[in-house]
């Protein structure tokens, strides 16, 4: 092999173009990789609230915890890459994936894309990274659709209207951030994909990535069932946002109030082609990245256009629509009924309970009649099976 033949691909996102389907598929088929030369692997050290198959979150470490103990994670980080390059004595491509790297690898001190650069500096490998990108309106609702209904955050209880002006923590200025991360590793190692299913071969993300990082899809690759991750329609959305801000909200509360909005969503007969702009708003709001986004198309993919600049508007949404109240009928109604018979299996278990521990010798009775009923039943099964055989019992 010649000097850098090695190659890593760095996954980064951008959020909210399933980058967990990509991830998840990765894991589930390292074995199938390794026999092509490509490895995704995985680290002894987990995060919390951040799935096992997010394998290059030590870039970030724990950087967005009150106490970060930065000289902690950078050890980790620097001790991962040791591991890789381990790695790369055995397999000439490694696969890392984390979405946050998008949003903060600029921001975590320096640690993420300062310990790349070094790492390039050595010559060993070369760094290629795999970005989708989706249009910018569509990726702020689909953002805070997600904070909104994930809850117990800071940011969960602001409105659409506050999210357009704010966009907390998302980079949108794609052009931006691509070129910061092509002062790293090149442009030339930027691989550019646009987030849109219609793209896809039949459909499928994951076959889109491998493909992307240089490998044929075939049947020995498995794509596991995919857990939908159900969007909250609009008025659901506001509805969970009010119920965000309640002062006693805790993780039950919040994972109940999730499902029972979840469940209803798929039900509502909500106006779904409603609009969170209307078509003066989206052109103000695209225009900021308008130019960078034909850059983008223009360097990247040698296109001319990197989106579909038409918007489809029909009316916008207003949270006091006409289906808002039946909205919070219905959900009154359904929420109210499921703690009904909730209720109701509780108070069978309990009466239940309550007769074992009045009538404790019945209960033993039972329990032992039953079991000794089991046991003859067995006896019975094992002579017959054996008569049928022919021999001795």
């Not at 998840?24 to 390794?34: K, P």
């Not at 994936?97 to 975590?108: L, T």
């Not at 640690?111 to 790349?116: A, F, K, N, R």
């Not at 009010?242 to 909200?249: A, E, K, R, Y």
């Amino acid at each position: 092999m010649g000097k850098n033949a090695k190659v890593l691909y760095l996954h980064i996102g951008t959020p909210k173009t399933a980058t967990t389907a990509i991830q998840r598929f990765c894991m589930d088929n390292r074995e199938a990789f390794h026999s092509y030369g490509y490895d995704y692997p995985m680290f002894e050290v987990e995060y919390a609230n951040t799935g096992k198959w997010r394998n290059g979150h030590f870039l970030l470490g724990n950087m967005n915890q009150a106490s970060w103990d930065f000289a902690a994670d950078e050890k980790i980080c620097r001790e991962n890459f040791e591991q890789i390059q381990e790695k790369f004595e055995v397999y000439d491509n490694i696969i890392l994936s984390d979405e946050g790297v998008w949003n903060h690898g600029f921001k975590c001190s320096g640690m993420c894309w300062d310990q790349i650069q070094k790492e390039l500096e050595q010559n060993l490998f070369t760094v290629k990274i795999v970005v989708y990108l989706r249009r910018q309106d569509e990726f702020v609702y689909s953002w805070w659709n997600q904070i909104v209904k994930a809850g117990l955050r800071k940011t969960s209880v602001i409105t659409w209207e506050e999210m357009i002006k704010r966009l907390p923590v998302v980079q949108l200025d794609y052009y931006k951030t691509l070129e910061k991360i092509a002062g790293i590793v090149g442009k030339e190692n930027i691989i550019v994909r646009r987030y849109d299913r219609s793209r896809f071969s039949e459909g499928l993300i994951q076959k889109d990535f491998i493909q992307t990082i240089g490998l044929k899809f075939s049947e020995e690759y498995q794509i596991r069932e995919e857990v939908s991750n159900v969007s909250l329609t609009k008025n659901c959305s506001e509805i969970k946002r009010i119920l965000n801000g309640l002062p006693d909200l805790d993780q039950k509360s919040n994972d109940l109030f999730r499902m029972w909005l979840r469940e209803f969503s798929l039900q509502s007969r909500e106006n779904r082609n409603s609009s969170m702009m209307s078509e003066q708003e989206f052109q103000e709001f695209m225009a900021e990245y308008k130019e960078g986004n034909r850059r983008i198309a223009r360097e990247y993919l040698g296109e001319e256009r990197l989106f579909e600049e038409t918007y489809q508007a029909g009316e916008k949404w207003n949270p006091r629509n006409l289906d808002m109240i039946e909205d919070v009928v219905k959900l009154f109604g359904t929420s109210t009924l499921c703690l009904m018979k909730k209720n109701e299996e509780l108070e069978c278990e309990m009466s239940d309970l309550k007769y074992k521990l009045k009538h404790p010798f019945q209960t033993m009775g039972s329990r032992v009649k039953k079991s000794w009923g089991g046991v003859q039943q067995t006896a019975v099964n094992y002579g017959k099976r054996y008569s049928e055989k022919g021999l001795p019992h």
